[in-house]
């Protein structure tokens, strides 16, 4: 069974702070792919990320980066420097296995990122 | 418009009643899926099409959820006889390959 874990429901910080959000996943698929989607206050979910299994290596772009561990299940993202703006909520997801062909996505509970001023 | 586009943005109906949602994807894409996310919550997987054929089906709730797609396009989501628990934002995607494009969702409240 395929299964994603956001341990953290909420954060908090101020302005300026560097934040991770974790994402821990399950899967018995050989090949997955791994996503990390925004839903701002205005609810329309933004796709940020996708990552697939045999690609390891991590990705910044601008102020975000992620890191994913296989040897962990561990699909994290970083926001360096956060902004108000980058308060949302985050959900990490993961689709299994058959390349080159949509299959569903399993979705995280998601983490509710606060950015004080 | 380019995007996902879904209707009504809102429904208000009362218990017991049937109530289709309408998904309209991005012209070309060849999956589509629907999603439900009550308040507060993540995300629930409930369908998803490849074309008009939906190979996974094991998201849907109970046999009151239905979908269909036609012509690889449009596709309705059919909930019949809502219950109170119903109430949540439905949620459509289509992808091209992979990456998913979500629209704005419909909100479905249930007296």
């Known amino acids: 069974a395929q299964k994603v874990t956001q341990a953290q429901t909420e954060i908090s910080v101020v302005e300026k702070e560097d934040v991770t959000l974790d994402c821990v996943y399950e899967t018995r698929d050989t090949t997955y792919y791994l996503f990390w989607y925004k839903q701002p206050p205005s609810g329309e979910l933004v796709f940020l990320i996708r990552?697939?299994?045999?690609?390891?290596q991590n990705e910044i772009s601008g102020r975000y980066s992620w890191n994913f561990q296989k040897s962990t299940s561990s699909f994290n993202f970083t926001i360096t420097a956060s902004q108000v703006v980058d308060s949302a909520v985050y959900f990490c997801?993961?689709?299994?296995?058959?390349?080159?062909?949509?299959?569903?996505?399993?979705f995280g509970k998601g983490t509710r990122l606060h950015i004080l001023p | 418009g380019a995007g996902v586009s879904q209707s009504p943005s809102n429904k208000v109906t009362e218990k017991g009643k049937d109530v289709e949602l309408r998904c309209d994807p991005i012209?070309?894409?060849?999956?589509l899926y629907w999603y439900r996310q009550s308040l507060g919550q993540g995300l629930e997987f409930l369908i998803y099409f490849q074309g008009n054929s939906a190979p996974d089906k094991s998201g849907l709730p109970s046999d009151r959820f239905s979908a269909e797609r036609t012509g690889g396009s449009v596709s309705t989501l059919t909930i019949q006889r809502t219950q109170q628990e119903d109430s949540a934002v439905y949620l459509c995607?289509?992808?091209?390959?992979?990456?998913?494009?979500f629209g704005p969702g419909t909100r479905l409240t249930v007296l």
């Open positions: 990552r697939n299994s045999f690609d390891e």
């Open positions: 995607a289509s992808s091209p390959r992979y990456e998913q494009f």
């Open positions: 012209s070309g894409h060849t999956a």
């Open positions: 997801a993961l689709s299994g296995g058959v390349m080159n062909r949509d299959d569903k996505i399993i």
